[in-house]
């Protein structure tokens, strides 16, 4: 198979995802006149909703720059590619749960750990482009995949940390969630302006 | 990455938000004699459907446009983005706020919010473009955004007025929706057939 | 704009569309011991989804046709293409409303009415390339438009007895859907099969 | 029709189809107290939601190996791919049964015959591939459509097993649904591997 079509296929599931998770917020049937509190109830949705989106987009965007450095699939690829896609598919039933049973423990690790599955796949998948070079466009550096553990240990750390706490004060799982998010999109910014090897 | 792989993910989710609107119709639940008065009762989600078919339509046709322009994409460039396409796939739920709940205030506000936040950021893009040669295909004339600022402020000036009109005269808003859409189809199928620059 | 792009975003909302049908179609909630009485219930539903899949994909095949005669794309051909789309992003609703309340006179005419109107948008779509032809890949020849009339006329004239007949006999009308559609497939198929001129 | 063009329509639909997948797994309207034995309830529509998202990604994996012999497309072959991209759109439905009336009769019947009709029709295809060499990029070998025989009956017999035990011993057709499902996998990937004759 070419990775140009297990990428578009994939690229496809992306914008579904990110796009299908508006369907998780529904209109209120209230009176006119408590339209404004109930849209104000909605609140916790829509900021999971917005911690979602851009969660799906840095996914495609990591997707993007792994898939960059594959020159052709074979079958292990491939599944290993659709278990991470599962987890991505997965995100709007975590993301709204979140966002119906705010500042609970349980939702807050639904969230953390579909992550840490999306993360860990993501991971073998790099492990497995290091091992099988005949697969990829130029073999990775000796050091690829040694250079990215500390982001994943701090990422998925962080994830742990909001699981962590999800009980005891789930206010500071949100903002876990929110940082890392944010480290992780001016990280992205930033590696690719300087021209680094991708991460 | 290449502009061609945003501007497919992007132009992917602009298509599913267009065919997703539909969902938010519901099915009335009634007895088969009073199908017609339900149905007729719908006429306001109707409306609010066919008017943000269109505007997420243009807003393709406005992306498309500026994609155009881009010869590679940088990291805030591809957030620029993907703030860009939040405003956009969050269209479903103020226009099924608007169909469900007609002639109230809060919809009308919430709809051209949204739009004005679009709109901002659509700016934005163009300004970072302007700003940063090295991503266009040819710099951006010296007059490119300056000529883009009169039709902007019409725009967002119309949509503030239908803001500041929803408690008043709700229906003036929708007319304001209405006629600023019209106004932008007309205005974007002129430019395109004269061969003028991209607007 | 390429008539590649907006070919592939029109794709695009065919795909989706033909997909979204499925979600129309409710689980029931019943005791398990009921399920069989309950899922015979929902055979209305199902034929009515069997119907619109084949419409839908029909419309894609011949939107597939056209496009391949179309050089370059101007705003006027844009807004036509996406009245088109708009009317096949419409059909889940139909559909879900002949699924819903089979046998009724209300669904029958809307869902023939949708299809007119796509039709009706799809043949202006034809008379607009054959009066512009720098647009296309090559003029259209003299009869090309006429060739097509009488097909044109009588799908339209049988959805319209179709329409007529709703009051009356619905069960007809379904025969009359379900009767273009076989024709129109069949029709469909063979003019490829033998080289001749799209159709 | 360019075998592309139809390659990436039905690449678009399942892609959508996959994704749609989760939202059929509703929040659960509880207690915050009681939300973990709400969400354990949801394990079997979790479970069934796993198989059906490899399921479709392994029609997709198939799929594509089929279009890769395809050079051109013609009437007949359009149709065949659309039913079976049909029974692959319907499969939301059949998921969404099997997991809410779990351990029940129905719903595994449904489930399977779903499969059934999507594999008849895939095999229909190959059969219509190997008597139309001009289709063909090369035409099929002698023992192509016979090689894939075994494996063909297996899958469907396997189907047809657990539609048979659906009434005695319900858990003992989703043991083999999901056997199935990790025998193909399994030989897909390795057959992609030793490089051999697509199947």
Redesign the interface.
Known sequence: ?STN?LS??S???????????????R?PSVA?AR??EA?IRLLPEALTY?LS??IV?LY??VH??VSHLVRSV???L??LN?IW??FV??I??PT??LG??PL?Q??VI?YGVDLILANVTGFFITVYLKTHPELCVAPLGPGYVRRQVPSYLFTNGAYLLAIVLAGAVPAASYLIYAAVLLWL?VR??????KGRAPA
Chains 1, 2, 3, 4 share one sequence.
Do not use: C, K
């Open positions: 198979m079509r578009s296929f690229d496809g599931v992306f914008a579904i995802v990110v796009t299908l998770l508006i369907l998780d917020i209109i006119p339209l404004g849209l917005v989106f851009f987009v495609w965007v993007h720059r074979n079958g292990p491939i599944w659709m896609l599962l598919s997965v709007p039933f709204a749960l119906r049973y609970q349980i939702p639904v999109i992205y910014s930033r590696t690719r302006e």
